[in-house]
């Protein structure tokens, strides 16, 4: 838990995006359809679209309530604003607004974010936090909204889950930097935007394989064996890449990156320390990983390799691979 030296705000601040708006250049405002707003996943959708023309500037309308104490007088906090701040980490870009009060007490607040389509290159971030002034001190963060939204300019519909972009190639008869890799399998790029796995097609029988739909008993078993133990180690690698990418806060704090890299680590987290909060596992991971923590990097890649076997479902299709290999046994012996 990150102690502060001066109060904070408890309670719940709720807010969410009430409505978007995109203007096509030299055009007038168009409104954004509830199809690519997701409440529940807090997701905005402004990516290519058949039904939605190329658009270079987005209006979001954002709405935040505070708590009560939040604007009681005589209360511990002076000049209470409410800011919202957009961030994508592939273009860096920040940016911010400050909401207005649209209720007698203040608790109630809008605002209109304005996105040019240049700034953003891929998922950007959208959080509200409220700041205020403290024993004198102006532009102290006193609360963060729990909840995230997410600005995706580049998927037409609303969702956190991205599917894994897997690309057959042939490592031997491809690219040049793919030819001292022909003897491998498969690859994890995960220098993009998503991660991508490269099935090298060179691989004897292995493209076939991968591809199939049907095949016999024993084929379907393999592949299912395959794909999953692909799959952990995909989870192994974009694991490593995300906490690589960490943003560290001036008290050496480490911040949940955005994009797939944080989405890798709140799966991931939970199966590796079951009884620890998000944010108190993924300071302990990296304190392991600059070598500040008794635990070593070493002792932490078995729960790595656990949890990352637990998202691919290795233990559930293992068991399965052994019943049917046991099953097919039979048969033959019958």
């Known amino acids: 838990m990150k102690v502060y030296p001066y109060r904070r705000l408890t309670g719940n601040v709720s807010w969410r995006v009430e409505s978007a708006q995109v203007k096509p250049e030299g055009e007038s405002w168009e409104d954004v359809e509830s199809k690519y707003i997701s409440t529940v996943e807090r997701v905005l959708a402004l990516g290519p679209d058949e039904e939605r023309p190329d658009w270079s500037q987005a209006r979001l309308r954002l709405s935040a309530g505070l708590p009560a104490k939040a604007v009681e007088p005589g209360g511990p906090w002076q000049n209470v604003k409410v800011v919202a701040v957009l961030t994508e980490r592939a273009t860096n870009t920040r940016t911010a607004v400050e909401l207005s009060p649209v209720s007698a007490d203040g608790r109630e607040q809008t605002a209109e974010l304005y996105i040019h389509r240049c700034d953003l290159l891929d998922r950007a971030s959208l959080a509200v936090h409220v700041v205020a002034t403290v024993d004198g001190v102006q532009g102290r963060v006193i ?77 379907k078993t393999v592949r299912e064996l395959l794909l999953t133990q692909m799959c952990s180690e995909v989870w192994t690698a974009v694991f490593h890449s995300a906490v690589g990418d960490l943003e560290i806060e001036e008290d050496g704090t480490p911040v949940f990156p955005h994009g797939w890299q944080g989405e890798v680590l709140r799966e991931m987290l939970p199966d590796m320390y079951s009884d620890r909060e998000p944010e108190d596992a993924l300071r302990e991971v990296h304190a392991a990983r600059v070598g500040t923590s008794a635990t070593g990097w070493g002792e932490l890649q078995p729960r790595i390799h656990f949890a990352a076997a637990r998202r691919a479902g290795v233990p559930r299709t293992l068991s399965t691979t052994i019943r049917d290999l046991e099953r097919l046994s039979q048969g033959d012996e019958a």
């Open 143 to 219: 609360a963060t909204s729990d909840a995230e939204w997410v600005v995706d300019v580049v998927e037409a519909a609303p969702s956190l889950a991205r599917e894994l972009d897997v690309k057959m190639v042939g490592f031997a008869s491809g690219a040049s930097r793919l030819h001292r890799f022909k003897d491998s399998p498969w690859l994890v790029d995960t220098t993009g935007r998503i991660p991508v796995v490269r099935v090298n097609t060179d691989f004897d029988g292995l493209g076939d394989l991968v591809g199939a739909d049907g095949g016999s008993g024993v084929e």
